[in-house]
């Protein structure tokens, strides 16, 4: 009988009467002693096997014992680590929490199939893998996104930060964990401001204050202002994918389309021109800069705009090229209050009444936010 065998037999007889205290510090010192010492090949298998064993204890100390000395060694045997994985949640979390032996297939599979202890867990240790965040983000609820969303080691892409607005937005907590965030996509960050409108909206303090129609008005105005603001600040490689992401939720309409152009965000509205024309975006771009009249009606005509609003659209280019010109530090104001001068003694079509009056609005806003400031700064010089 070769010695390793005589190593397991004598541990087993002496665990079969041993009290579970010591059953435990033996647990313990075997981890260490696996894990730390210079042992010939046959004792290192004979000590696995026992460590093996001891996984079957009756008396959970022991079975922590062993985690506790194990935990934190990428040399832990693995089928000791998966296992142990499996046990009661003080044994287990010990594992789940710290242990390196973990590949991203088991960690992915511990989210899918383990309890929301086990998930809070995972998403609490030093890194989560990108593949490990998109498993959280598809099936973690609250708590466990809470959890991650606050861990600097989770490698959250993109689309699963998109994900976890798409399913847990409605929460308070979780929209402020995403909105601090710096590298947010501009179609996420939109997002999140829908499910803010949302949640505004559905306010019953705030319905009975202002009234339900007049909230679903300002809330649906003050979001188009937002989504304009996002799209005039993101980077110009997020923009196709802002854009598409507005157009799936139904949101590139006329008068968002028109707010955009007015606002001197030409190029997040050639981006939305771009998609909803099909047509290249040079070639867009090289329109809306250069091109004559009919050329730039034909190209809103073509991403759908009808005939009576195309005119007002084209109209609008061609005073934001006179504002772009003169460097024009109220673009707002100026390319509205142009447009609705052009249009005074005229009486368009009932299309374009509605979005001259929006343009009104929007000329008005930018006057009040101009006062504000200018308010604000006497009071400063004042002071």
């Known amino acids: 009988m070769s010695g390793r065998y005589v190593i397991i037999e004598a541990f087993l007889r002496w665990a079969e009467t041993a009290k579970a205290e010591n059953r435990a510090r ?122 991650l969303l606050e861990n600097d080691g989770a490698l959250l892409s993109q689309a699963s930060l998109k994900r976890i607005t798409e399913r847990l937005g409605d929460c308070a907590d979780i929209r402020g964990l995403l909105l601090s965030r710096d590298a947010l996509s501009s179609d996420t960050r939109q997002l999140l ?67 955009a152009l007015c606002s001197g965000k030409v190029d997040f509205f050639a981006c939305a021109v771009t998609n909803l024309s099909g047509c290249d975006e040079r070639r867009v771009r090289s329109i809306i800069s250069r091109g004559r009249i009919y050329a730039i009606r034909a190209l809103y005509e073509s991403a759908g705009l009808t005939r009576d609003i195309s005119t007002v659209f084209v109209d609008a280019t061609l005073v934001w090229r006179d504002a772009s010109r003169a460097n024009s530090e109220a673009m707002l104001e100026n390319v509205c209050s142009r447009l609705m001068r052009k249009f005074r003694l005229k009486e368009p079509p009932a299309a374009a009444a509605q979005l001259l009056d929006m343009v009104e609005k929007l000329a008005n806003t930018e006057r009040r936010h101009a006062a504000r400031n200018f308010a604000a700064l006497a009071t400063l010089a004042a002071a």
């Not at 093996?52 to 045997?77: I, M, N, Q, W």
Request: glycine residues 6%; aromatic residues 2%; hydrophobic residues 45%.
């Open 26 to 147: 033996a647990a313990n010192a075997l981890g260490r002693a696996y894990l730390q010492s210079d042992m010939p090949k046959e004792e290192r298998v004979a000590a696995e096997m026992a460590m093996t064993y001891l996984l079957d204890d009756p008396s959970p100390r022991v079975r922590l014992s062993l985690a506790e000395a194990v935990a934190r060694s990428p040399g832990a045997p693995r089928n000791v680590i998966l296992s142990l994985a499996e046990d009661q949640p003080e044994i287990a979390g010990q594992i789940i929490l710290l242990s390196p032996v973990f590949n991203d297939a088991d960690l992915v599979d511990l989210v899918l199939h383990g309890s929301e202890v086990t998930r809070i867990l995972i998403a609490s240790r030093g890194q989560v893998p990108r593949v490990v965040c998109a498993a959280l983000a598809e099936i973690g609820g609250e708590t466990e996104i809470s959890c």
């Open 193 to 259: 401001m829908h499910r803010v409108s949302e949640a505004l909206s559905g306010s019953d303090l705030i319905q009975n204050v202002i009234g339900a129609g007049r909230l679903k008005q300002v809330t649906r105005e003050a979001t188009e202002s937002a989504t304009v603001a996002i799209a005039g600040s993101a980077p110009h490689e997020q923009l196709p994918e802002l854009v598409e992401h507005l157009r799936q939720c139904g949101s590139l309409t006329p008068a968002f389309l028109m707010q």
